[in-house]
Structure formats: C-alpha cells, structure tokens
C-alpha cells in the first residue's frame, strides 16, 4: 500500500469514527502525520522524527532529528548543513500541506551526536549503577519539598520487589495530617511518573527530633538546592529529576546568569561534535530576537562563541557576525536555553 492510500484509509477511518459520535470531535492526525514523516527517516542525517499535539495551544509540534556526525561527514561548511535542514523542513512541510486539511503545525529540528546516541549513557544491565542513580534523583525530588513538620526523610530500595520506599521522621508535635498526606501522594506520582516502583512509607513517630532545624527552614532548602544546580548544572539536575524550569523556580526564585551560560556550556557538551583538538562544534538554530539567530556555536574549554545571523522580513540574510555568549543579554540567554529545554524534553523522559 502507497503512501497516498494509506492517507486515504486512515483518514477515512478516522473521519468515519468522528461522525459517528454524538458530539463533534477534533480528529487526531498524529497516526497520519508519522506516515507522512516515515519516507524522511530514509533521508540523509535524518535519524528518526517526533510528533505530539499541544492541546493548550492546539498545535501539532513535528521535529525532524539530525545526526551532527553525518551532517558533517555530509558537508563541509555551516552554510551547507543549514540549507539541507531547511530544505528537509520545507520538504515535511510540503508534503503535510498536500496531503492533510490542517495548518495547525509547528515544525523544527534539532541534533544529537549521532543515531545511536541515548543520553543515560549506561549500559542496561549495569543494574546497581541505575539504582545507585535513581536513588540519588529521588533523594533530590525529597529536597524540594518544604516538610516544615518532617525531622528526617529518606530513601530505600527493596531489592525483593524492585521498589523505592520513602522513609520518614516526624515529629508527634504539630503535625497536619491531611497536608503531608497531600505532599506525599504528590511526591509518590512524581517519583512514578520517572518509571520508577515507589510508595511512601508510614512516618516513624517521635516526640521531638533530634535536629529541629535539619529540614524545617524553608530559606536553607532552598538555598541547598541552588547549590546543587550550581555544583552538579542545571542541565544535570534537570535531566536528572525531571523537573521543569518553573517548578525549579518556585524553589529557588529567579536563578542567576551563570548557571544559564554553564546550561549551553552542558548542552554544548552533550549535543556537540567534538574535535580532536579539543573543541566542540553545535550546529543549532535558535531565534533570540525577532529575525535574528544564532546558527552555530563553538566551545574551547569554558569559552563559547555564537555564528549569528540577521534576516530581513523576506528571509533575506542582511548581515552575520561572530559574538562571544558572554556578550549576549539576560534575555538572549534565557531565549536560547528555553529553546534547548524544549528541544530535549523528550530525551529526558
């Protein structure tokens, strides 16, 4: 079966279940869409495409995935790379136009190292090194919750059942039952939305703690918390707590300059194609002001520079210049890591 019959059977499926509901219903093209995108999967560089609907914003958001290693075993230049994943774009979104009645699509891209790249970098079997890692991530969710009422809490495996037990101290003094109760069946899913076995424990009762101020200052947690996106990056504790940049912020407040820079810095690292000289190479495209955009960056050491360029409302490039990233603004800077978290949710899921 062709691609174009394929198109028509789906969509007649789908649109045949639609009228036979009482109610109007959106039809989800997402089925139709993966057959649209699966000949691209064929395509030079192209490693594998991601599709999902925002319902908020009633959007299909469609990403093409690019190995950096043969974009550049493919071209020699960044002008090169740039134009082949801008024709692979238009080409997707050509193809979606012709075949689908909807507009409602976003579509972008991004790279990684290279197809068979996975961002765990652990080896499956290597059984005690992931619990030794989820213990860590879990100890890390458990520091960023305010247990004003908790005098200690922790975390165990059970290796008879493969779960993760929460553990906790309290104190019988002041204790609001049905507000921890709360707190905890929060933190449980949390914990279960990672794929992890989990269940909270009931609390060891005691009539006073040891150390009454070990986890009853909010202010202290909080900055305990910034030290660790300090030491560890926020690209680490991200990826490694699932956490979103807002939830992270309710905890911490604003987050200063540095640890954004250091967040490119990580992703640089990460996503980039490392030279034997020692450098790293991001072809990566991220508007971060209205038709300007950074097309490239380079990292030697700590030092990263920015290829960025200017368009006119005709897509015309009217001027390019290389700028250090630490000359960039506060809000540049922000622009482009919102952009990278955004890019790699799914590799942290």
């Known amino acids: 079966?062709?691609?174009?019959?394929?198109?028509?059977?789906?969509l007649k499926?789908?649109?045949?279940?639609?009228?036979?509901?009482?109610?109007?219903?959106?039809?989800?093209?997402?089925?139709?869409?993966?057959?649209?995108?699966?000949?691209?999967?064929?395509?030079?560089?192209?490693?594998?495409?991601?599709?999902?609907?925002?319902?908020?914003?009633?959007?299909?958001?469609?990403?093409?995935?690019?190995?950096q290693e043969e974009l550049h075993d493919k071209f020699s230049d960044v002008m090169g790379i740039r134009n082949y994943i801008t024709e692979m774009m238009n080409d997707v979104k050509n193809d979606l136009e012709a075949f689908l009645p909807i507009r409602?699509?976003?579509?972008?891209?991004?790279?990684?190292?290279?197809?068979?790249?996975s961002p765990l970098n652990e080896s499956e079997d290597d059984e005690e090194k992931k619990i030794q890692k989820n213990l860590k991530v879990i100890n890390e969710l458990i520091k960023m919750f305010?247990?004003?009422?908790?005098?200690?809490?922790?975390v165990e495996y059970d290796p008879e059942d493969g779960y993760y037990a929460i553990?906790?101290?309290?104190?019988?003094?002041?204790?609001?039952?049905?507000?921890?109760?709360?707190?905890?069946?929060?933190?449980?899913?949390?914990?279960?939305?990672?794929?992890?076995?989990?269940?909270?424990?009931?609390?060891?009762?005691?009539e006073e703690c040891e150390d009454e101020n070990k986890l009853n200052e909010s202010e202290d947690k909080n900055q305990?918390?910034?030290?660790?996106?300090?030491?560890?990056?926020?690209?680490?504790?991200?990826?490694?707590?699932?956490?979103?940049?807002?939830?992270?912020?309710?905890?911490?407040?604003?987050?200063?300059?540095?640890?954004?820079?250091?967040?490119?810095r990580d992703f640089i690292n990460e996503e980039g194609y490392h030279q034997i000289n020692g450098s790293v190479q991001l072809g990566y495209e991220v508007e971060i002001l209205h038709n300007i955009y950074i097309n490239h960056f380079y990292m030697v050491g700590d030092k990263v520079t920015v290829e960025i360029r200017r368009y006119d409302d005709?897509?015309?490039?009217?001027?390019?210049?290389?700028?250090?990233?630490?000359?960039?603004?506060?809000?540049?800077?922000?622009?482009?890591?919102?952009?990278?978290?955004?890019?790699?949710e799914d590799n942290w899921d």
């Open 314 to 344: 005709y897509n015309e490039q009217t001027d390019g210049y290389i700028e250090s990233l630490s000359n960039l603004t506060d809000d540049e800077i922000f622009n482009v890591v919102d952009d990278m978290i955004r890019n790699i």
């Open 13 to 67: 499926e789908e649109t045949d279940s639609v009228k036979n509901l009482n109610e109007s219903k959106t039809i989800d093209y997402n089925e139709l869409i993966y057959t649209i995108l699966e000949r691209f999967k064929e395509e030079d560089c192209i490693c594998d495409t991601r599709v999902s609907f925002d319902v908020e914003e009633n959007y299909y958001d469609i990403y093409l995935v690019f190995s």
């Open 167 to 206: 553990r906790s101290k309290m104190s019988t003094k002041n204790h609001n039952t049905k507000a921890l109760e709360k707190e905890f069946e929060f933190l449980e899913e949390l914990i279960k939305s990672l794929g992890l076995k989990a269940y909270v424990s009931h609390p060891y009762w005691v």
């Open 146 to 154: 305010d247990y004003s009422e908790v005098c200690d809490m922790w």
């Open 1 to 10: 079966m062709n691609l174009q019959e394929s198109i028509r059977r789906i």
């Open 104 to 117: 409602n699509i976003f579509i972008g891209q991004y790279t990684k190292p290279n197809c068979k790249w």
């Open 224 to 264: 305990s918390l910034l030290s660790l996106i300090e030491e560890h990056g926020l690209y680490e504790f991200m990826k490694m707590t699932g956490l979103s940049l807002p939830q992270i912020y309710t905890k911490t407040g604003e987050l200063p300059r540095e640890v954004f820079e250091r967040f490119i």
